[in-house]
Antibody, heavy 122, light 106 residues
Framework: QVQLVESGGGVVQPGMSLTLSCAAS????????LHWVRQAPGKGLEWVAV????????YYADSLTGRFTVSRDNSKNMVYLHINSLRSGDTAVYYC???????????????WGQGILVTVSS | IQMTQSPSSLSASVGDRVTITCRSS??????LNWFQQRPGKAPDLLIY???TLQSGVPSRFNGSGSGTEFTLTISSLQPEDFATYYC?????????FGPGTKVDIK
């Protein structure tokens, strides 16, 4: 079955950097785009970024461009989200989610990870 | 593309018919999805492409709409339906979610 497992979260000081990882299994990883979505405590869902199945196309939320970098390694079935210059406003649960269209960039599907908490605090 | 939802919250009883409205700031064709999220859990895809039920989703959930206005209807609210519902547009590669509608028990 499809599984997505995020890791790499925790408590980070403001100004530091962090890389989140998402390990995928149960599907042909190299055929699907992967999304990152975050949710601040008590708030709604905020889409962060998507990377195409081949890794050449990357799109970011307009409000987040510059500090976030999405990447993937199809040989390892892994997708990553690197965040620079962390701020308190980045405190959130970060989810990775598979796209629902094969060989396309569309929307998150029914397949999401359990989420990983990032807390930015001194 | 900006997404809005109304109401932001509602109280309802088991068996009630519930309707949530989602509006987009521009025409998004059929690229409109609905997610349900229960506290502490990842979102669940309910409906995609305006009206197609995700596998396993009960038929009491119905999606409709076109252009810039869309609705999610729950025909007879069940105890497990008390949750927050989000619409999401996929017309743009920069996906956006609505702010959510919290459905709680009256």
């Amino acid at each position: 079955q499809v599984q997505l497992v995020e890791s790499g979260g925790g408590v980070v000081q403001p100004g530091m950097s962090l890389t989140l990882s998402c390990a995928a299994s149960g599907f042909t990883f190299s055929s699907y785009a992967l999304h990152w979505v975050r949710q601040a405590p008590g708030k709604g869902l905020e889409w962060v970024a998507v990377i195409s199945y081949h890794g050449s196309d990357k799109y970011y939320a307009d409000s987040l461009t510059g500090r976030f970098t999405v990447s993937r390694d199809n040989s390892k079935n892994m997708v990553y989200l690197h965040i620079n210059s962390l701020r308190s406003g980045d405190t959130a649960v970060y989810y990775c989610a598979r796209d629902y269209r094969i060989f396309g960039v569309s929307s998150p599907s029914a397949y999401w990870g359990q989420g990983i908490l990032v807390t930015v605090s001194s | 593309i900006q997404m809005t939802q109304s109401p932001s919250s509602l109280s309802a009883s088991v068996g009630d018919r519930v309707t949530i409205t989602c509006r987009s700031s521009q025409i998004i064709g059929t690229f409109l999805n609905w997610f349900q999220q229960r506290p502490g859990k990842a979102p669940d895809l309910l409906i995609y492409d305006v009206s197609t039920l995700q596998s396993g989703v009960p038929s009491r959930f119905n999606g409709s709409g076109s252009g810039t206005e869309f609705t999610l209807t729950i025909s007879s609210l069940q105890p497990e339906d008390f949750a927050t519902y989000y619409c999401q547009q996929g017309y743009s590669t920069r996906v956006t979610f609505g702010p959510g509608t919290k459905v709680d028990i009256k």
